[in-house]
């Protein structure tokens, strides 16, 4: 039973475009949601994170937006660069699992120059 | 600085036999948790050390079984190895219950091959 999934494999944006990635969970009980980005032959790396009590979280380039209702989460990254190309993940914790993380597939995006 | 350092970085071990992986935790950290990543997947939580005690497990047999060390590094066993055990095997370091997002970095990984 997949409780965090990321739908789209992969995704291909130009550059200076909006990239948008999707993630959607099935427990209500996930409070606090991640990105992770990872480079190959890297560990993955923190991104951006939302807490469940808002909706919105914004740093520089990259937004996550958090829609409890439908159980949806997505990441806006604006303007896309070359350099953002990676495979992003997304994640979801709850507080009586400790910092416990639970991984979607991932999506591979690749910004063309 | 150093990050999290995991060794080795790549092995080839036959079905069966058992393979143990190594952690040292970022400087300052004292949690090590491991994750499984199979080729095309998410990273899968196996089981989380505080205190050189297992204080979380995710949904992985026995066969899988863990150590940390009084200088809070971190051994991963694997027993009985078989061909879907092949995986990156991630270790995450962070400092006591802090969340997911202060700290919580990954190594960059050992690639296992079980053939």
């Known amino acids: 039973d997949q409780q965090v999934k990321q739908n789209s494999p992969s995704l291909s944006v130009q550059e200076g475009r909006i990239s948008i990635l999707n993630c959607d969970y099935t427990n209500s009980m996930f409070d606090y949601f991640l990105w992770y980005k990872k480079y190959p032959a890297e560990g993955p790396t923190f991104l951006i994170s939302?807490?469940?009590?808002?909706d919105k979280n914004e740093d520089g380039r990259f937004t996550v937006f958090l829609n409890k209702s439908a159980k949806h989460l997505s990441l806006h990254i604006v303007p896309s660069q070359p350099g953002d190309s990676a495979v992003y993940f997304c994640a979801a914790s709850y507080n009586n699992a400790g910092n416990m993380l639970t991984f979607g597939g991932g999506t591979r995006l690749m910004v063309k120059p | 600085d150093a990050g999290v350092t995991q060794s080795p970085t790549h092995l080839i071990k036959t079905r069966g036999q058992q393979v143990t992986l190594r952690c040292s935790p970022k400087s300052g950290h004292d949690t090590v948790s491991w994750y499984q990543q199979a080729l095309g997947q998410g990273p899968q939580f196996i089981f989380q050390?505080?205190?050189?005690?297992?204080?979380q497990r995710g949904n992985f047999p026995d066969r899988f079984s863990g150590h940390q060390f009084p200088n809070y590094s971190s051994e991963l066993n694997v027993n009985a190895l078989l061909l879907g055990d092949s995986a990156l095997y991630l270790c995450?370091?962070?400092?006591?219950?802090?969340?997911?997002?202060?700290?919580?970095?990954f190594g960059s990984g050992t690639r296992l091959t079980v053939v």
């Open positions: 050390y505080y205190e050189e005690e297992e204080r």
């Open positions: 995450a370091s962070s400092l006591g219950d802090a969340l997911p997002n202060y700290g919580y970095t």
């Open positions: 939302i807490s469940s009590i808002k």
